[in-house]
C-alpha cells in the first residue's frame, strides 16, 4: 500500500504514520520541518516501516505541484492531517489569519486531492480529511477555522459521491480536543490549563483512520467522530 500523509512532521499526522508503519505500506510523509519528518521517518524505521519523507508548504502551489510530480503512479491512502488555528471573533479577525487557515485547512487539501485523482483512481484509493469538531459547529471566537473545517466538509461530502463510480472511498474524522502540539497552542490563545487526561489520544484518531482503511466492502466508513468522553 502507498500511503501519502500530509503534517506527518507532527500530531494526528504523526500517529497515522506510526499506525501504518508494521503493516508493509510504504509511507511518504510531508510536512514543513525536516528535523521533525526524519524524527518520524526513524520512528517508523523502528517498527519496521518503510517512509519518504518530503518537506512542502501545502499553501505553495508550485511547491504542492513538485511534490505530486515525485509520487508514485498509484496512491492507496491519502490522509490529510497538515492543519493550523487562530481564535479571533469576527470583530477582530485579520486578513492574514482567515486567509492562512483558508488555504491551508481547506483549498490545499482540495488542490491536492484533485492532482491526486489519477493516482487514487488507478488504486481504487482512499482519501481521508482530518476535519474537526468545528466542521459541524461553530462556536464564538472559532469563525475563521470553523469556516475553513465547514468547507473541508463540503469538499469531502461532494468528492464522495463524485468518487464512487471511480470506486475512491472517501472518509472525513472529526476529533474533539486531541492531545497534540495544535492543542497546546489553541490552550495557549484561548488562555486556559492544558487538561490532557481529558483531551482525545492522538493514537486513537490514528486508530479510527486504520478502522477506516482496513473497512471491507461492500461497507464504507463515511464519517467518524473521535470525541472526548
Ligand atoms: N489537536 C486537536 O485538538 C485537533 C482537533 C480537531 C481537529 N484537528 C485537526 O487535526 C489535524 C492535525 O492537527 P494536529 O493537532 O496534529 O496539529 P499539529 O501537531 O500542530 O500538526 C500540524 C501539522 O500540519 C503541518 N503544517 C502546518 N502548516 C503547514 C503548511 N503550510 N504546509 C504543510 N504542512 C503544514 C505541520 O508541519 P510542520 O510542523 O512540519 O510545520 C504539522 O505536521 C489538523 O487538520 C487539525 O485541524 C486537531
Known amino acids: 500500500m502507498n500511503i501519502l500523509v500530509t503534517g506527518a512532521s507532527s500530531g494526528i499526522g504523526r500517529e497515522v504514520a506510526l499506525a501504518f508503519a508494521s503493516g508493509g505500506a510504504q509511507l511518504f510523509l510531508w510536512g514543513r520541518n525536516e528535523e521533525r519528518l526524519t524524527a518520524v521517518a526513524d520512528d517508523v524505521q523502528a517498527l519496521g516501516g518503510t517512509s519518504e519523507q518530503r518537506t512542502v508548504d501545502l499553501t505553495h502551489e508550485a511547491e504542492r505541484h513538485a511534490a505530486v510530480q515525485a509520487l508514485p503512479d498509484t496512491l492507496d491512502v491519502v490522509v490529510h492531517s497538515a492543519g493550523t488555528i487562530?481564535?479571533?471573533?469576527?470583530?477582530?479577525?485579520?486578513?492574514?489569519?482567515?486567509?492562512d487557515q483558508w488555504l491551508l485547512n481547506a483549498h490545499a487539501p482540495a488542490m491536492l486531492t484533485q492532482a491526486l485523482l489519477p493516482r487514487l483512481r488507478r488504486a481504487a484509493g482512499h482519501v481521508i480529511f482530518i476535519n474537526s469538531g468545528a466542521g459541524v459547529h461553530a462556536r464564538a471566537g472559532w469563525s475563521a477555522y470553523a469556516m475553513s473545517k465547514h468547507a473541508l466538509k463540503a469538499l469531502a461530502d461532494a468528492l464522495r459521491e463524485e468518487e464512487r463510480p471511480h470506486g475512491v472511498q472517501v472518509t472525513s474524522i472529526y476529533p474533539g480536543r486531541t492531545d497534540t502540539p495544535m492543542q497546546h497552542e489553541v490552550r495557549r490563545q484561548e488562555g486556559g490549563p492544558y487538561e490532557q487526561e481529558a483531551y482525545v489520544n492522538a493514537a486513537d484518531v490514528a486508530q479510527a483512520v486504520r478502522q477506516a482503511v482496513h473497512m471491507q466492502p461492500p461497507s464504507s466508513m463515511t464519517d467518524v467522530h473521535v470525541r472526548p468522553r
Open 86 to 99: 487562530a481564535l479571533a471573533p469576527v470583530a477582530d479577525l485579520s486578513e492574514q489569519a482567515a486567509r
